[in-house]
C-alpha cells in the first residue's frame, strides 16, 4: 500500500491509502482472530505493528520462526502454526471454525 521505504510515504493517492488503512485498523481492533500469513516482521511497519499490539484478538502465525519470535513479543497471544503454508494451513482453518 505505501512505497517501500522507512516512513512509508504515500506519494500516490494518499487519501485512498489512508482509507484502507482506517478499514485495516477497524477490522484488527474488532477482530476475535487475526492471521498473519507469511508476513516478516519489519520494525518500519509501526501502522500495523501498533494495532497487532493492541489488537485484543489471538494472533494465527505462519511464517518463519524468526518473525514469530518478534510478532509474539508484540502481542503475547501469537500463536505459531506452522512455517509453511502447506504445514499450518489445516490448523488455521480448524482455528478459523472453518
Same mark, same amino acid.
Given at each position: 500500500?505505501?512505497?517501500?521505504?522507512? $516512513?512509508?510515504?504515500?506519494?500516490?493517492?494518499?487519501?485512498? !491509502?489512508?482509507?484502507?488503512?482506517?478499514?485495516?485498523?477497524?477490522?484488527?481492533?474488532?477482530?476475535?482472530?487475526?492471521?498473519? !500469513?507469511?508476513?516478516?516482521?519489519?520494525? $518500519?511497519?509501526?501502522?500495523? !505493528?501498533?494495532? !497487532?499490539?493492541?489488537?485484543?484478538?489471538?494472533?494465527? $502465525?505462519?511464517?518463519?520462526?524468526?518473525?514469530?519470535?518478534?510478532?509474539?513479543?508484540?502481542?503475547?497471544?501469537?500463536?505459531?502454526?506452522?512455517?509453511?503454508?502447506?504445514?499450518?494451513?489445516?490448523?488455521?482453518?480448524?482455528?478459523?471454525?472453518?
Amino acid at each position: 500500500m505505501s512505497q517501500v521505504s522507512h $516512513y512509508k510515504e504515500q506519494p500516490l493517492a494518499p487519501a485512498a !491509502i489512508q482509507q484502507m488503512r482506517k478499514r485495516w485498523n477497524d477490522g484488527v481492533h474488532d477482530a476475535k482472530k487475526i492471521a498473519i !500469513i507469511g508476513v516478516s516482521f519489519n520494525s $518500519y511497519d509501526q501502522h500495523i !505493528i501498533e494495532q !497487532i499490539k493492541n489488537a485484543s484478538g489471538t494472533v494465527l $502465525y505462519i511464517g518463519d520462526e524468526a518473525s514469530f519470535k518478534m510478532w509474539q513479543a508484540v502481542n503475547r497471544s501469537a500463536q505459531c502454526l506452522g512455517r509453511r503454508l502447506e504445514d499450518g494451513f489445516d490448523k488455521l482453518l480448524t482455528r478459523l471454525g472453518m
